[in-house]
Each structure stands twice: as C-alpha cells, then as structure tokens.
C-alpha cells in the first residue's frame, strides 16, 4: 500500500504542495513584518509624543487608544456566550493539536479512515475537561471582579442577605454558562447529525450510521464527555484566577464615535477572513478532494506546517485590527476580535463553487450531506481561529494600555 501511495501520487501534485507552502510562507513573512513595522513606527510616535512634555501632555487632549485607556477592559455583552464560545474554541484547538500528533507519528493508516473517525470521537470526548474548565474560569474572571470600588455604608444583615442572593445567582449563572458550554458546538453537530442520518436512511444509503453505533456516541457522550466537562468547570470554579489587567476601569463608558465605512465591524471581518484563506487555499483544495472525492491525503506533515501558517496570520492580522479599532476610539473589542468567521464564508464560497461544478455530483442528499457537514466545519473553524485571535487581541490590548 506504501508503494501504491508513492506511485499515485504525482510528482506535479508534490510541486503544487510545496508552492503552497511557499506562498503562505512568504505570507507570514510579509505581513507580520509589515504590521510589526507600521505599529512601532505608530506607537513609537505616540510614546513620544506623551513623554515629550508631561505638563504639556496634561493639557492637551488625549484621542486614539490614550482616550479610552480607561475603557479597554470593560467586559462584553453577552458574557456567558464569550465563555462558552472561548472554551469550545480551546477544546478545539487542543483537540486538532492531537489529531495533528497522531497523524505525524504514523497512527492513522491513510486507506482506513473508520480509525480517524474513531479517534475523532474518543479524544473529543477526552478533552471536554478543557472546555469546562477554560469557560467556567474565565466567566468567573467576568464576573467576579469589580473594578470600580463602592463606597457603602450596610448593616451586617443586609450584606448577607446581599452576599447569598448574589452567591445563589452567580452559581445558577455558571451552571447555564456550563450547559450553555457543552451545547455549544455539540448541540448543532448533533441536530445536523440526526437529520442528515434521517436523508441517509430515507434514500437506504451506507452513510447511515447503524443503531448500534449511535447509541455508543450516545454513551460516550454521556458516561465520559459529561462528567469530564462538569468536573472541569467544577475545577475552573475553584481555580480562583482575577483577571488581571494593567489599567483601571472607569464606571461610565465612552462614547464610540461615528466611524467611516470602512472601519466598521463587517470590512474588518472580511478582511480578517481573507488573508488567512488566501494562505490555506490550494492546501484547502487537496483537503475537499480527500475528505468528498476519491483522491487520498497522505501529507500529514505539510497539512501541520500549513496550520501553524494560518494560526500565526490570523494572530498577527488580528492585532492589527485590535489596534486600529482602538485608535479610532471604538473600545468594544471584544467581540470583534472573534472576526475569524468570516474565513467560515470564504470557505462556503469554495464549497458553493464546488457545489456549481458538480464535482461530487448532485441530488438532495449529495448537497444535504455537503453543505451540512461543511457548515459544522466552518462553525469549527470560527471557534478556533477566534479563540487565537481574542488571546492575540488581549495580550496586545495589555501591551497598549500599559
């Protein structure tokens, strides 16, 4: 079979694969170089300009990313939603670094693709401890710190009565970020599952899972995945970790001024997006013929080097976003540094062109199985790739304000 592989594999296609690794490395190489000079050309200006003259910068008005200094760590919207997408996009990350480790030491066999399933399966379920623990911690980080101190006079009986009503709702709170944590990214994989397993047994096709095979995902989910994610989130609870920033946040926030066009949520995210797909896209392209056609993927280790270019593109690309955002006075970053998904529609837009070019053929239950499984895809890379680029935007953000 190793000889079979050598001499199916073209030497062309070894080429094309060496010229993706060429492409997205000059990729990385110009673009972290390009943002690394503008920043510190940027905030070199800025440093200077404020440690020119102290009593002259007292007097002038601050603007850009010194205005809102005081607004950077205001926490988000939606606080139990960040957690849980923070934690599924870890377990994620995490997750694929196994699968990349298995791959490279010669686990999985290339023609058998029951084992890459099974090992889907088994070490998603090892590593929902992870996603426990790295959402409940960080939602207790959100909630549990004050940043502006309360000066109030209170009889001891009203501050216990205040301290169990407040210890009551914060557990009820992260028990729902726990339940909301493990639906997150399992819940839709489960409902596309079941319907698509519905299309399948409808048109009596072998894609169908048997019974017997559902029930023991059911179990495995059940016996292991759970309790893993409650005794990580029971573990991120007691880890008792403050959230550590280098300002202080004002009580009231600052107005976000009118912006252009172009320095709007949707430009940015598109931007975002497609900087890191024009990094992966011919990879990406072996990938779809592997995975929904009958060519097989054999090159684990040009596969990893590829994922380490995108992670390091959507880090750098990222902070630089995070940056402008601040300068132009808008301190809502938060969200924004999640923008990834927008690599998601780049990838459906290939899936789609796949779809016009009848490559897998077509019929209900061609595009059925296609668009739904693509989409779950997608939805793993937004949780991933926005998990790099949030921890990449706060350590940035800390390297700003501080």
């Known amino acids: 079979m190793d000889k079979y592989a050598m001499t199916s594999s073209l030497p062309h296609h070894f080429e ?36 020119q003259d102290e009593e002259a910068a007292d007097d002038q008005e601050e603007t850009g990313w010194k205005y809102i200094n005081g607004d950077v760590f205001r926490f988000p919207k939606y606080k139990s939603v960040f957690a849980a997408s923070l934690g599924s996009g870890t377990q994620l990350f995490t997750f694929t670094i196994f699968i990349f480790m298995l791959s490279l030491v010669g686990v999985f066999y290339p023609y058998n693709r029951g084992a890459l399933f099974t090992a889907l399966v088994v070490i998603y379920a090892l590593t929902s401890g992870i996603t426990g623990y790295t959402a409940s911690s960080f939602y207790c980080q959100l909630e549990g710190k004050n940043w502006v101190s309360k000066h109030q006079t209170l009889s001891l009986k009203s501050i ?3 301290q169990l009503s407040f210890s009551f709702v914060f557990v009820f709170s992260q028990v729902r970020n726990l339940l909301l944590t ?41 016996l292991v995945t759970s309790p893993l994610l ?22 009231y926030p600052r ?52 994922f380490i270019i995108l992670l390091i ?21 938060w969200w924004r540094s999640f923008p990834m998904r927008w690599i998601n529609w780049f990838i459906h837009l290939r899936v789609l062109l796949i779809l016009l070019l009848r490559e897998i053929g077509h019929g209900f239950m061609q595009t059925s199985f296609f668009s739904g499984y693509m989409a779950c ?25 501080g």
Not at 16 to 45: D, E, Q, Y
Not at 269 to 285: K, N, Q, T, V
């Open 16 to 51: 094309i694969h060496w010229f993706s690794i060429i492409n997205s490395s000059v990729t990385v190489l110009l673009l972290p170089g390009f943002l690394a000079t503008i920043l510190m050309r940027v905030l070199k200006n800025d440093f200077m300009k404020y440690a």
């Open 160 to 162: 216990k009565r205040k």
């Open 182 to 222: 493990g639906g997150l990214f399992c819940g839709p994989l489960f409902l596309t599952f079941c319907f698509l397993n519905t299309v399948a047994i409808a048109y009596s096709e072998t894609a169908a899972l048997p019974f017997g095979t559902i029930v023991v995902i059911v179990l495995i989910w059940t």
């Open 230 to 251: 409650v005794l990580g989130g029971i573990a991120g609870k007691n880890s008792k970790v403050e959230f550590q920033a280098p300002v202080r946040t004002t009580k």
């Open 255 to 306: 107005e976000i001024p009118q912006l252009p066009w172009y320095r709007s949520a949707i430009p940015q995210m598109a931007m975002a997006g497609f900087l890191p797909f024009s990094a992966i896209y011919i990879e990406l392209y072996y990938i779809f013929a592997s995975v929904w056609g009958h060519r097989i993927y054999t090159i684990y280790s040009i596969l990893f080097i590829v």
């Open 313 to 333: 593109v959507t880090a750098f690309i990222t902070v630089a976003l995070t940056y402008f955002q601040l300068a132009a006075e808008d301190h809502e970053w």
């Open 377 to 401: 895809i997608c939805y793993g890379f937004f949780l991933v790739l926005g998990t790099v680029g949030f921890r990449a935007s706060l350590v940035s953000s800390a390297t700003f304000t």
